[in-house]
């Protein structure tokens, strides 16, 4: 519940505090002083588009707070942490700054947030109702929503599985046309394909053969220049002919050390180290001999690996840079020929899917309409008793669900995607079902139904639409609602009946109402007023909270257009005798 509206800087307002509560709240004043501000408020709160144009003419931004009770919303306190506010003794601040530049801000619980956050938060707090709204009643999906609310858990659970289905049907049925459609395509990819896999396939490389095949043509190419490094590098370490050579050098070192061993120990620790190295020289001399003996000239090994290696570029210059790409290549269009060559099985596998989807969808579809049928029934009598309360004693509501045939296909496997098969006849369908949802209104005894865009008037539109509201109160999880000025074109009786369906309306919700008929003024638990001051524009006091002397002098202004009239404040002081009888 929203427990206060404070509004700084916006259109006519400088500064004003509304206090909220609980039951029907009305807001009343002359013309041009800033009611609608009051819904412009809540709507800028609600995360509505922003509008530079509103901000007050000299100011620098406009700002408008809400001061939300959330011990009685679920999910408000866990929505408002999860946006990184905090929620003190069960209350919660929302606030939506807009500059006179047209930048905004939106925070929710002291925490800056997009305006997409605060819209998230406070949206489900509060349904706003205006003029426009009267229009919106007009809309088949709007009067196909509000029969899916009524209803309840009887249309919502067929209605999730049905939109469930359905997007899996749209998918199901997209892929296989995907599939069809491009069955060429795919038969030439795999033919591609195939051609590269047999090719791989009857060279058989081995990973990382490339590489070991490139460094023994290295080696084999220069076998003669290697064998003659390694035996000279082998005379070099010890001579077979008597020459100089690396062991003999460090022999002789060594000998020079151990004779002066005696007269130092660190002479001898130096000899052991040059006899270590005797043993590591005489270790590696032979290690090159080896070498240098197992070195062969093998031209037709040459050869081999030559034409190998060729036949190896010849793969990675199509299918990779190494032979280990070119392997992960045909690894890669294996699994790829699998899924082509089971093209046809693909689409028999989707067609089945499809039949048994729209099979269930179908069922589905039967489920949801029967549920919608049974649930306009009865919206019909209740919004047609509700009309009776509200001064249309002999109008009738009716709550039309049907479907559009569609033409049976000349091939049923073969349906087109609007089409479905439910029962024994083709119907439209769509996303949310087979049903098209229409209000029909006979104002008057003996005259036939008609639409509501075609046989109803702008008073009786406010009518039909509050009593619709009315009726989807105990469904409706909405905590607050708000209506600017939808009693427009009602007066006498009906406003009476209006303002009093607008209290009973309020036993169930927060009720806040703008309005200029002291008829349905009479009835509200709180009102507010919002005054002029005497150069056109409204103090920081504007919007003022009265008391009983104060709401008949209001409703006497609001019934004689002037004040201090002793006819309109005896009037007015039976408006409210009979309200409060009520």
């Not at 990675?316 to 690894?331: C, F, I, N, P, Q």
Request: with cysteine.
């Amino acid at each position: 519940m929203i427990e206060e509206l404070r509004i700084s800087s916006l259109g006519v307002i400088d500064s004003s505090t509304l206090e909220l509560g609980p039951g029907f709240t009305v807001v009343t004043g002359e013309t041009g002083a800033g009611k609608t501000m009051v819904v412009t408020a809540l709507g800028l709160l609600l995360g509505g588009r922003a509008d530079s144009g509103a901000v007050r003419a000299g100011a620098r931004q406009a700002r408008i707070e809400g001061v939300v009770r959330t011990d009685r919303l679920d999910g408000l306190a866990a929505a408002v942490e999860d946006a990184g506010g905090e929620v003190e003794d069960d209350v919660v601040v929302l606030a939506r700054n807009v500059s006179a530049e047209g930048r905004s801000r939106a925070y929710v619980g002291g925490a800056g947030v997009p305006v997409a956050t605060l819209a998230e938060v406070a949206e489900p707090l509060v349904a706003v109702h205006g003029q426009s709204d009267q229009h919106r009643l007009l809309k088949a999906t709007t009067q196909r929503a509000a029969l899916d609310v009524y209803a309840g858990e009887a249309v919502a659970e067929p209605l999730a599985r049905y939109r469930e289905l359905h997007e899996r049907l749209v998918g199901t049925e997209r892929a296989l046309a995907e599939v069809v459609a491009t069955a060429r395509e795919r038969a030439r990819e795999a033919d591609l394909l195939r051609f590269g896999v047999e090719e791989i396939e009857a060279v058989a490389p081995q990973p990382g053969e490339d590489a070991e095949l490139a460094a023994e043509e290295a080696r084999l190419g220069h076998a003669d220049t290697l064998r003659t490094a390694a035996e000279q590098a082998r005379e070099a370490l010890s001579s077979e002919h008597g020459g100089p050579d690396a062991l003999a050098a460090v022999a002789a070192a060594r000998g020079h050390l151990d004779g002066v061993r005696e007269h130092d120990p660190e002479a001898g620790a130096l000899a052991d180290r040059v006899a270590e190295v005797t043993y590591l020289l005489s270790d590696l001399a032979a290690d090159v001999a080896s070498y240098a003996s197992g070195i062969d000239t093998d031209p037709a090994r040459l050869a081999g690996v030559s034409e190998r290696r060729a036949v190896l570029v010849a793969l990675t210059r199509k299918y990779g840079d190494t032979v280990d790409a070119v392997l992960e290549w045909s690894e890669q269009s294996s699994r790829r020929l699998l899924e082509l060559d089971s093209t046809d099985e693909t689409i028999e596998r989707l067609t089945q899917a499809r039949v048994g989807l729209r099979t269930e969808l179908a069922d589905v579809a039967a489920t949801l309409s029967a549920a919608r049928r049974d649930a306009a029934e009865r919206l019909s009598v209740a919004v047609t008793g509700e009309l009776t309360l509200l001064a249309m004693p002999h109008a009738r509501v009716e709550v039309q669900v049907r479907d559009r045939e569609a033409p049976a296909p000349a091939d049923p496997d073969e349906p087109p995607a609007d089409a479905l098969l439910v029962g024994d006849r083709w119907v439209r369908f769509h996303s949310h079902g087979v049903d098209e949802v229409e209000m029909l209104l006979a104002a008057n005894t003996g005259s036939e139904p008609r639409p509501l865009n075609k046989g109803a008037s702008g008073g009786e539109l406010s009518r039909v639409m509050l009593a619709v509201e009315v009726c989807l109160a105990d469904t409706n999880p909405v905590p607050t609602f708000v209506f600017d000025e939808v009693d427009a074109g009602v007066g006498g009786a009906a406003a009476v009946e209006i303002g009093r369906r607008l209290a009973a309306l309020a036993r169930h919700a927060q009720v806040v109402v703008v309005t200029h008929l002291p008829q349905v003024a009479a009835f509200a638990d709180r009102h507010v007023v919002v005054e002029k001051s005497s150069d056109g524009t409204v103090s920081s006091s504007g919007l003022t909270t009265l008391d009983d002397a104060g709401r008949e002098q209001e409703l006497s202004r609001m019934l004689a257009g002037l004040a201090g009239s002793d006819s309109a404040l005896a009037h007015a002081r039976e408006l409210l005798e009979m309200a409060r009888a009520d």
